[in-house]
């Protein structure tokens, strides 16, 4: 049996050269940052390189990257920020879709709870936002557009330009949740006029709990944790020095080696669509092209996703089903049911996301186990009889 880690877009293993970086850091970066003395000092440096490295990969200004404990928490500060701002100006909008991550809608929601308004755009079939209703949805009292890069689920990746601009021309601000984009598609804040971008270092091989609010220059930042002065008073707490400079060496390194790896991972990718597409009444889930290089989401009709993963974690695949977050509970992912599937078919998911430590043999292990586990459930399922015996409609 082989061990294969195919839940990349849950989280990643960490980098040789992540490890390298901060191995040393944990043992001998131990001081304050904020401490005047000399081994202080030198922490406060390591971690304004580590400040200055993320920002260059960003195309961004070292005192735009607010450093903080993740993507979540980063876009939690992104909105509520921006939502702040807006309520002294009456400007009580937000544009945002359907299908965000949650720590994008649990925020949003928490808004509309004391009194703001939010557009949720649809995404469509195909995963993607139409920027003319982007463009339509933008009102006078509109404070926010948030708008994820690439998707977590599905692998969509947005017209992210394209809406930066539309934001632009209509002067409102521009958040992102970027954190599946980072380290793997073309990102510059300043090209692609996003005020606000999210990342979280453990998507590209970094280290867990730990990732950055970029926020442009005359942003106003509203604190989430409050105290100390760190992060110039915007994000307090003692900084987590060796994480943080495991993430910056986990930028770089995956950013170095883009292009190699876009090749290789798309590759397994396209191959392994390609396998488990020969599955009867099973549909490829996102766009077929406009999607990211790790990213293959399928669903099976007849069948329940948490049993396959059970299936498959016996045979050694480690996968998911839809985002880690919607694990454990019975609820159909949001993010098929915003693309339009029906619920009996967003419940048979199956998402593989790999990265470059994945090989090609891994991926025809996969393409040689799934069918037969897909027809096993099948076989015990009183939902597939009744598809089989023409009582019920096929959807898929
Ligand atoms: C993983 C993920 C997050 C959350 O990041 P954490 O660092 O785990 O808090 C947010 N948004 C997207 C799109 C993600 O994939």
Sequence with gaps: MMNVYFDNAATTAMSPAALDAMIPALQETYANASSLHTVGQ???????????????????QPAEIIFTS????????????????????????????????????????????EGFEVT?????EDGMVRPDELEAAIRPDTCLVTVMYANNEIGSIQPIAEIGAICKEKKVYFHTD??????????????????????SAHKFHGPKGVGCLYARCGIILSNIIEGGAQERGKRAGTENIPAIIGMAAALKDVLA????????VSAMRDRLI??????????????????????????????EGESLL????????????????????????????AIGLPHEVAHGSLRLTLSEYNTMEEVEYVIKELPGIVEYLRNMSPVWEKLEKGEQEHVI
């Design 257 to 264: 080696k883009r292009e190699e790896n876009e090749a290789k």
């Design 120 to 124: 949720y755009l649809d995404v469509h």
């Design 310 to 337: 059970l299936l498959l974690d016996m045979k050694g695949i480690a996968a998911s089903s839809g985002s880690a977050c919607t694990s454990g509970s019975l609820d159909p992912s949001h993010v098929l049911l």
């Design 274 to 303: 390609e396998g488990i597409s020969v599955i009867p009444h099973s549909r490829l889930n996102g766009h077929p092209t406009k999607r990211l290089p790790g990213n293959v989401s399928f669903c099976f009709e007849g069948i």
């Design 178 to 199: 970027a954190v599946q984009a980072v380290g793997h598609l073309d990102i510059n804040v300043k090209e692609q006029n996003i005020d606000m971008l999210s990342l």
């Design 70 to 113: 993740g993507g979540s928490e980063a876009d939690n500060q992104a909105i509520v920020s921006a939502a702040r701002w807006g309520a002294k100006r009456k400007k009580k909008h937000i544009v945002s879709t359907a299908f965000e991550h949650h720590a994008v809608l649990h925020t949003l929601q928490k808004l509309e709870k």
């Design 42 to 60: 030198l922490a406060k440096e390591k971690l304004e390189q580590a400040r200055a490295d993320i920002a260059a990969c960003l195309g961004a």
